[in-house]
């Protein structure tokens, strides 16, 4: 029987593979609190666009309202729910789904951050599994009923990764990968933690720079101060992951090792991996447009996840007596920009450097 699946949270991410699912002719209900944007996927379908010609179609989607997920209770139950909303709501909304699992059921987070505990904390670790989905992807929301993606589909670069928390490879994890393939690449991993990690050290050296300096991707890693601040940003998360016991894959398409040999002053490292930034900032890799999700929520007025990204690495690597102190200045100047003491500024991230 083919199986049933919400996602809760269509933003960015959530509504890019909700619609891309729903393409690829699977069952699927996306559940969000904007109500603009709900009647305009109802009314019009989900637009999708990419940096090529041929990823642009509008998906008709099954849309609901917050208020509207009790109608669930008179349908077949859930069988595969992904949490995509930030991670401060992930408790919330994985109580609210909860209910309206299937007896097998599974919860998905398909989050920026390190939300699996949370969501196991409600459902149990049996029934929770982790969704990475990698910096290959960068799509933006920017207005209802409206996504595009920034970065170009590459067959060689894996988009999602799915994996259970206790690192065995199963059944259900090689089921969903094969289901979320007609989105874009997708493998079951061994690995969930280390990938995880992995993610973090992207999404740290990448979200809260753009949202700090009001910058773009690509204006970001253009601008030669700001890209030594994500260089050592990277750097010391590795560090952290390293130390903790993660094991590290690629940080985007840099080496975790050149990356933090580049932070500790390797004249080498620092050359290749500048050259590697530069090098993505072409148009054909990544669109000028792509901002990262949390400049997007800077941009729109919403609370940041930077206490959850930046601020958590900060304090895994105080407990691991790894010192993190850019990302400490990062938390405390992205929350000032948040509350409206500063405007966003490149100066933002060079008060310590």
Request: aromatic share 6%; proline share 4%.
């Amino acid at each position: 029987m083919t199986k049933r699946i919400a996602v809760v949270g269509a933003g960015a991410v959530g509504g890019y593979v909700g619609a891309g699912l729903t393409a690829g002719g699977h069952d699927v209900t996306l559940i969000d609190p904007w109500p603009a944007h709900v009647e305009t996927m109802r009314a019009h379908g989900m637009n999708l666009y990419g940096m090529t010609e041929a990823e642009r179609r509008t998906v008709p989607v099954r849309a609901l309202h917050l208020t509207e997920v009790q109608s669930l209770s008179k349908q077949r139950p859930i069988d595969i729910a992904f949490i995509s909303v930030k991670s401060y709501d992930t408790v919330w909304a994985t109580k609210m789904i909860q209910p309206y699992l299937s007896s097998t059921g599974v919860v998905v987070s398909m989050q920026n951050c390190i939300n699996e505990e949370r969501v196991a904390g409600v459902v149990g670790w049996g029934r929770t599994l982790g969704c990475i989905v990698t910096g290959g992807v960068g799509v933006d929301l920017y207005e209802p009923g409206h996504i595009r993606r920034g970065y170009a589909k590459r067959p060689d670069v894996t988009a999602f990764y799915i994996g259970e928390p206790n690192g065995r490879i199963t059944k259900r994890t090689e089921e969903i990968a094969a289901i979320m393939g007609c989105v874009d690449k997708s493998v079951a991993t061994d690995n969930l933690w280390g990938e995880r990690w992995t993610k973090l050290c992207v999404n740290g050296m990448r979200n809260g720079v753009s949202a700090a300096t009001g910058m773009g991707g690509n204006d970001r890693d253009r601008h030669d101060a700001v890209r030594r601040i994500c260089i050592a940003l990277g750097g010391e998360s590795v560090r952290v992951g390293q130390k903790l016991g993660y094991r590290l894959g690629k940080v985007g398409t840099l080496d975790p090792n050149r990356l933090a040999l580049a932070h500790e002053g390797d004249r080498g490292a620092l050359e290749e991996i500048e050259a590697q930034l530069i090098g993505a900032t072409g148009g054909s890799l990544r669109s000028d447009y792509q901002r990262p999700s949390m400049a997007q929520d800077m941009e729109k007025g919403r609370r940041t996840e930077i206490e959850f990204m930046n601020g958590f690495i900060a304090t895994e690597g105080a407990r691991a007596g790894v010192p993190a102190p850019t990302h400490e200045m990062l938390t405390r100047q992205v929350l000032r920009v948040e509350r409206g003491e500063i405007p966003p500024s490149p100066q933002n991230v060079l008060v310590n450097s």
